[in-house]
């Protein structure tokens, strides 16, 4: 059958044929497109006077470009500074504004050398391998780590890679320049992992935030309830002012929003309304019945963090609209729909996404967790042409005129975590420490998969996850279970085969020299043939053993002790009457363990496992 094509030629450019436009859509002189990329400005002599990049902005931050000044030092080496700003320039375009601002800081730094040193009159064929050098014992003496003085090469070492592979300059850098790879060896080695909390302190934290969230939602649902209670009040005749909380907060409801101010005429509308509210505690203590607080959120805040594994900076500015409908298993019958939970970080080059099942009701869920915080947050002014308007964890600020979030420089959030850990009784902790014991809990679960670490933190390169996330626990763990393999692996030899791991017996650990048992201790045998600190490996020898042990439901198990006792009854005539005297005694204690497996189901389960490697008694 000949391939059906496509008629294409409407992608083709016909001159005469432009597309219609609307004249009156046209951008106005004063919203014209900025130009991308390198942007010179020369002065009357004709020297270069400002070197500016133009950068664009990632799609998660689509606000215009991003206009980076580079130092003055550029501007005086004139024949390096355009074809390192080009360089620079084509690498940092994908990223984010700030890591665009942090790379080209660093080539300022090798700029500020050029010009230390009296280099700057050099070319690009004075890029060689000692300039390279000498740069390197510069930033030695110049009072640095070693990991910052690594960030400040990686930029240099990627403007000299474009250099060479450009058409416009490989002739005119040295073909055998290059900067050493590892100039201070050991750096990773050096990085700090995120400290993580016990899985105890973890469950605590948890429980302490389900009940302050069930609290202030109790609270809040309280408050609606005075609020009816006060306007039948108010219907049969109470005066405005009395000192009832019922009245007060259905005067606050119905006259002003449900919000209170600290303005001259919210007291002045009624005589005695400031003592009235200083009789229930001031604005602090009215608010809670209202609308959310800043220490009111604090365990939604910390919740949200422990359901989403997300970034610290990336809770905090979770907005509204960042739930969403999830196109995952939608139209599904028999799976109910999710939500999508979408929060920005700025140094990732996507979204952090969760999903949860539209259905979910749970308190410490976070769709109820959006749902609640919108109810503790709806009386609040939040006026639509504000830019924060759209933020989750909103609140009364200080002057109470108008909303305020945690990523206020006045309203920060360690405080309020600080008297919510002092009410609890919690363990000191940040929020910092959430997102990797979450990491670490899933390591333990996935018995050290990598992957699912990175799925987890939603990072795009696992080096990511290895360099920042990977704890001193988990390398011990993996350690271990490297040298576990390979202990196993020398016992599978030194048994010709027969004790063999790669028996598919579930709910067993594998332990045990002979398959079917279980074993206390594999590194410290009682028996006369074995050495304490070294795997087990008297195959067929657990039925003798101390330290054996069977697991009774298990058919599996039992299939391998009745295969074990029919090869040692096939070996009875083959045996030399010194051997057979020894097989004899293991199969008397096989019979005992066998007398274990009491249930007929576990020994009806165990006739009916096939068995396909063979045993040979010797």
Known sequence: MAR???DRSFLTYRPGAAPAFDRNNLARPEKEEREYGVIQ??????????????CPRTAKSNRGSAQINVSDDWLKAEHLSVPFATAIFSHIRKFGPSTQVNKVQALNRFFAFMCEQGKAHFKLSDLTTTLFNEYIFWLDTQQLTSKTKAGLISPLR??????KQNPQYTSKVPGDAYIKPNPWPGINEQIAHRPILAITDLVTIERACIKEMQTWMRKWEEGNDFIKSGRERLQAGASPTEHRLETLLAIIEDRYGGYVTNSKQFFADGDGRRRQIEFFGGIKGIAPWLYATKRSLVPFVVMMAIRTAF??????????????ESSLLKGSAELAPRYRVVGGKKRARGDQVRTYPQDSTEIDS??????????????????EHDPDHDMLFIFQGRNYGRAHHYLNATCTFPNALSAFRKDNQLPDFSLSNIRPTISEIVNQLSNGDIKAQQAILNHWHTETTETHYVSEAARHRRRETLGNLLNRRERYIQTSGKSDDRINIPDNTGRAATPGFECTDPYDSPLASQSTGQL?????????CPRAAVIPDNSHALAQLLHLHNAIEKARHDLPPGRWLYWSTVQKALNNWLSKFPAKSVWHGAKNIQRTHAILIE
């Open 536 to 544: 087990c490996t008297a195959w067929g020898e657990c039925p003798l």
């Open 41 to 54: 400005k020369l002065s009357p002599d004709g020297k270069l006077c400002q070197l500016t990049l133009n």
């Open 366 to 383: 976070p769709i109820s967790i959006f749902n609640n915080v919108g109810k503790l947050t709806r009386r609040l002014p939040n006026a």
């Open 4 to 6: 059906k094509r496509m």
């Open 311 to 324: 970034n610290p900076e990336t809770i905090l500015a979770l907005r509204k609209s960042a739930l969403r």
């Open 158 to 163: 990627v403007v000299l890679h474009y250099l």
